[in-house]
């Protein structure tokens, strides 16, 4: 198969499998007795409707696309980094506390990059922790993750309930970043800040990595080929290890700028599952800056239009998990693609 | 006495909060020894939930729930084994596309059934049970007085999945298949039709697991309130070592860690520290036992 039409019935796959969870869960809404037409007109609306609920559907994107190009970098490299979830609270913690702590002495233009870095250098640390397991003792990166997560979950959340929560908050959570820490809005009044442009640098720099230099080519032969890529001179371990830390890095900006931009401070468990859904991102976007960008503007148009959907139709907003869920499956199953198109199997 | 006691709450605190670990981890061996990943148990188990609070509020009766709690478990698991043998999905993302799929259609159904969002209304408990003579025992007696069915049934369980796996055919087939697939097939083992069984088994007892949570510990369904204890499964599987009776023993080990939660609440232990406890030992004894852990060598390959 040449490489073209390779490309194309991979964006094919995305497709039909972006239309098959429509569909299942329209199924679902005529079973429970909702009118599935009003409630995704009703979504579609709720997400760009409006400049407020475009604004809306762009910043619950921006998070995705950090998440989408973390999961999707390692992929490239045949590693799975299920650990964006633990990488987020890490990123964000560190973030936040550095921010805060440095904010009375040292003025913001140096605060703020400072702070990002060491953000970065939490989750760099994080996920090249689970790197460094799965080099030196060859142990499954997906359970290592998976416990990472909640250890990072738990433990961000221990210090915002107890020594670092906000002088008279009920909610856990820290004292808000100051104001000229904060990321500036795009449009005054909404959640969209210029996270959204660092978000989309971020993407060309990954292309041009992946493109244009020579890790990206040791990355992609990873993914293509371990063996070979050992045998060709390719220090598989070291770069397992950079791999994993420099995608647990990109994580972490998602974390990072969800506390500089749309919430001005670290809130526990502010994530709850943007790192599971980057997975389904770097899948749909098939690893592509492109498709991370696309795959992240339908997955946070469906999170931005749910209340609208649900207020319309009357289907609780979680639908649209049922949704995404729904999506991951379809992807993870190629074959059953091919199978409904009456393919053969590969 | 008075430390007597204080022992005797403890441990029968820790069989309760063992229970839904153990029954899912207990699942998750049987399905691993057959080489198949199984990352979506935390969302079978909230599925379980659901199914088990939805059959107890229809019948009026908590035995049926644990009945539509099977019935879902069993459902999920054709479905699981159909999309993973048969179209051979990527075992690990399809696990986690499940666990959102269930932690957004259980908040639905809730809201279809009861018109409420994220917690059901109040469904029939099982009832609890006394051994007669021997709750009159001082002190032991405890063990016996209004205690659940499922501490017994989870401890038979067990045992009947331990001497399954080690002492029957069907058992030690199990094993070879995860071990060597390929081998297995050769030597004639039906490999598709035993992994479907294994993983049937692995998601019904996750279900049951997940009901235990809705009906016999609490009487209603809140909107995951599995709360991790699926991913403890999976942790406690490999402490356990990938094989039933160590399953028991290390869910035993994480909910003792979680009754000492309770028990200190007084002294202000704080919660998230005890919670991290079985993450942290997993990951340790990952790392401290490294090469050497006892994974079925073919885990999450199909050939």
């Known amino acids: 198969m040449t490489r073209n039409r390779k490309y194309l019935e991979d964006v094919g796959f995305s497709l039909v499998a972006i239309l098959l969870s429509f569909l299942l869960v329209a199924v679902i809404m005529l079973i429970l007795g909702y009118n599935p037409i009003e409630a995704y007109k009703a979504l579609f609306e709720g997400a760009f409707g409006s400049s407020y609920s475009l604004s809306l559907t762009l910043s619950k994107s921006v998070p995705l696309i950090f998440v989408g190009l973390a999961v999707g970098f390692a992929l490239q490299g045949g590693l799975f980094n299920i650990g964006g979830e633990g990488q987020i609270y890490i990123g964000g913690f560190v973030a936040a506390i550095t921010g805060l702590l440095l904010s009375h002495t040292i003025p913001a233009f140096i605060t703020l990059p400072v702070a990002v870095l060491s953000g970065m250098a939490g989750g760099f640390l994080w996920g090249g922790t689970i790197g460094l397991i799965k080099a030196k003792l060859n142990i499954n990166e997906v359970i290592v993750a998976i416990m990472m997560n909640y250890i990072a979950q738990l433990m961000t959340s221990y210090f915002v309930n107890g020594p670092f929560i906000a002088a008279k908050s009920m909610t856990p959570q820290t004292e808000i970043l100051p104001l000229n820490l904060q990321l500036p809005k795009i449009i005054p009044n909404t959640q969209l800040t210029t996270s959204l442009y660092i978000a989309l640098i971020m993407c060309v720099l990954y292309g041009f990595v992946m493109k244009r230099t020579v890790f990206g080519f040791e990355v992609k032969a990873m993914g293509n080929n371990l063996h070979s890529a050992a045998t060709g001179g390719i220090y598989v371990a070291r770069n397992t290890v950079l791999i994993m830390a420099l995608s647990g890095a990109l994580a972490a900006m998602a974390g990072i700028f969800e506390v500089f931009g749309t919430y001005g401070r670290f809130i526990d468990g502010f994530s709850s599952g943007i790192g599971f859904t980057g997975i389904a991102i770097a899948f749909i976007g ?17 999170q931005a239009g749910a209340m609208q959907m649900s207020m319309m139709a009357g289907i609780s907003a979680n639908i649209n998990n049922v949704i995404q869920g729904l999506v991951i499956v379809f992807i993870a199953t190629p074959n059953i693609i091919r199978f409904a198109f009456g393919k053969r199997r590969s | 006495m008075a430390t007597m006691m204080f022992v005797v709450n403890m441990l029968t605190m820790t069989f309760r909060l063992a229970v839904p670990i153990a029954l899912a981890s207990i699942g998750v061996s049987i399905s691993e020894r057959a080489g198949i990943i199984n990352l979506g148990i935390e969302g079978i188990m909230l599925l379980g939930a659901l199914g088990g609070a939805v059959g107890s509020y229809v019948f009026s009766n908590a035995w049926m729930g644990i ?3 099977l019935i879902t478990g069993i ?40 018109k409420k969002e994220g917690i059901s209304g109040i469904v029939t408990q099982m009832s609890t049970y006394s051994v007669p003579f021997l709750r009159n025992i001082p002190v032991i007696g405890a063990f016996f007085t209004d205690q659940s069915p499922f501490i017994l049934l989870t401890l038979l369980i067990a045992l009947a999945c331990s001497y399954g796996m080690w002492r029957t055919k069907i058992g030690l087939r199990l094993q070879a298949i995860g071990e060597n697939p390929l081998a297995a097939a050769t030597a004639g083992i039906p490999v598709a039709r035993y992994r479907t069984g294994a993983i049937v088994v692995g998601s019904s007892l996750a279900a049951l697991g997940g009901a235990y949570l809705s009906i016999v510990h609490s009487n209603l369904f809140v909107s995951n309130m599995v709360a991790g204890r699926g991913f403890i499964a999976i942790a406690a599987n490999i402490l356990g070592g990938w094989n039933p009776m160590g399953s028991l023993l290390a869910s035993l080990l994480f909910a003792f860690a979680q009754a000492l939660r309770f028990q200190f609440s007084a002294v202000h232990f704080p919660d998230q520290i005890s919670q991290i406890i079985p993450y942290v030992i997993t990951l340790l004894v990952l790392v401290g036992v490294g090469r050497k852990t006892r994974a079925p060598a073919k885990l999450g390959v199909l050939e």
């Not at chain 1, 098939?286 to 469906?302: C, M, N, V």
């Open chain 1, 286 to 302: 098939q690893s592509t800056p492109i498709g991370i960008i696309l795959a992240s503007l339908l997955f946070g148009s469906l």
């Open chain 2, 67 to 69: 009945l539509l709690a």
């Open chain 2, 75 to 114: 459902a999920i698991g054709v479905l699981y084994a159909f999309f993973v043998l048969k179209f051979e999905a990527n075992q690990s993302v399809i696990g986690i596309g499940l666990n959102i799929i269930a932690s957004g259609l259980t908040v639905v159904i809730v809201k279809f059934i009861w």
